[in-house]
């Protein structure tokens, strides 16, 4: 196993083996439950293309957080497209994708939009989800570290301390430029901490490098300054996905995917718009600037491919290895968990699996 440290009093993204705590219980972090939000402007929704607005009004609550990899939804928001398609929807947003996730577990939500990773850990323990449709994928994860590190390559990384937050699609990244370079989680030392420690850790020297969230981007060159380095690695597209609640009829899935492809078609439409609706529904999270400048490298399309299948098996077999978590996956087990009908039957292209 890795060589673990820890620095600091704040901990680390929820790693595996909490999910499996929390999920265990059924229970989620109240002190991380937000107010909700909703659709509030219908006067520039755009025009959708189904009867679902003449059905009985919906009322649906979806937990998330990630204003870019779940843009669609916050876009539907913005824009009234959910009202338009008869849903009444709550966003509730919460620090990370795996308090979101134990939300739909727990019953706090009906749906939810999380990365990869924290799905296959709870394919893994054998936890009932439903997978509806990945939303976005995005590839310029980004090694940062001081031009004083002597870092020059992956490769240049063997012996040194590395911050990451463990269990996190993060970690995965930091394994997967490690593994491109002849190196394993092993030839470094992992020091465990909070996306939000990484760069001022870097700032200090206490570690190395870090590979943290690109929320951090932006922030990461204003504190480092002159002596701010970085390396992309594309060999990784963390999916941001949509999971429904067992129990969800399919009516209600084909319907909320029925907006998220008209909030999606409008955001290839209108980016400068898309970027103004998304930036307004952050709260002051995310400025205006931001989101139009990361908002082009998440590849955005509801769709259901072979590839996040792929990844979640490979993501199976590195949590069995590197994090302890038991269990098998398959392609057969995810495909299991998939509710493709519901994507078929409002865009049958968009479903490229078995």
């Given at each position: ?11 680390a ?10 999920c ?6 109240k ?7 909703t ?13 679902a607005?003449?059905?009985p009004t ?15 939804v ?11 398609d ?21 019953g706090?939500?009906?749906?939810a ?7 296959a ?5 054998k ?36 911050g990451?937050?463990v ?32 760069v001022?850790?870097v700032d ?8 943290t969230?690109p ?8 504190i480092?300054?002159s ?12 999916h ?10 399919l ?6 995917l ?21 930036a ?12 139009s400048?990361?908002?082009p490298?998440?590849?955005?399309k509801?769709?259901?491919s ?16 590197t ?10 087990t995810?495909?299991?968990a998939?509710?493709?009908?519901a ?12």
């Amino acid at each position: 196993m890795p060589k673990i440290r820890f620095l600091g009093a704040t901990a680390a993204l929820t790693a595996a083996t909490a999910l499996l705590a929390a999920c265990g219980s059924g229970a989620s972090s109240k002190s991380s439950s937000p107010a909700t939000s909703t659709a509030t402007s219908s006067s520039s929704a755009p025009a959708t293309t189904n009867a679902a607005s003449q059905s009985p009004t919906i009322k649906i609550t979806i937990a998330g957080g990630d204003y870019l990899g779940g843009a669609p939804v916050y876009v539907a928001s913005a824009k009234g497209i959910w009202k338009a398609d008869g849903i009444q929807a709550n966003v509730a947003n919460f620090a990370t994708g795996v308090l979101a996730l134990n939300a739909l577990l727990g019953g706090q939500a009906n749906f939810a939009f999380v990365a990869d990773l924290p799905i296959a850990t709870a394919l893994l323990s054998k936890r009932s989800i439903l997978i509806d449709a990945n939303l976005s994928k995005f590839s310029q994860w980004k090694l940062i570290y001081s031009k004083s590190s002597g870092i020059s390559s992956f490769a240049s990384l063997k012996g040194k301390k590395i911050g990451v937050p463990v269990g996190s699609n993060a970690e995965y990244v930091l394994n997967e430029m490690l593994v491109s370079a002849g190196l394993t989680l092993q030839d470094v030392s992992v020091v465990n901490l909070a996306p939000s420690e990484i760069v001022p850790a870097v700032d200090k020297g206490d570690i190395a490098a870090g590979v943290t969230f690109p929320t951090y981007y932006t922030a990461a060159q204003s504190i480092l300054g002159s002596n701010y380095e970085d390396m992309v690695y594309s060999g990784y597209a963390e999916h941001t996905v949509l999971l429904a609640a067992p129990g969800t009829p399919l009516s209600t899935q084909e319907r909320v995917l029925r907006a998220l492809i008209s909030a999606d078609n409008y955001i290839h439409s209108d980016p400068t718009g898309a970027a103004t609706a998304i930036a307004g529904q952050s709260g002051g999270a995310d400025s205006v600037s931001f989101v139009s400048s990361f908002l082009p490298q998440y590849a955005q399309k509801v769709a259901l491919s072979p590839g996040l299948v792929d990844l979640l098996v490979a993501e199976g077999k590195w949590l069995n290895a590197t994090q302890g978590v038991a269990g098998a996956l398959s392609q057969s087990t995810v495909l299991a968990a998939t509710s493709k009908s519901a994507l078929q039957s409002v865009d049958p292209a968009g479903v490229t699996v078995p």
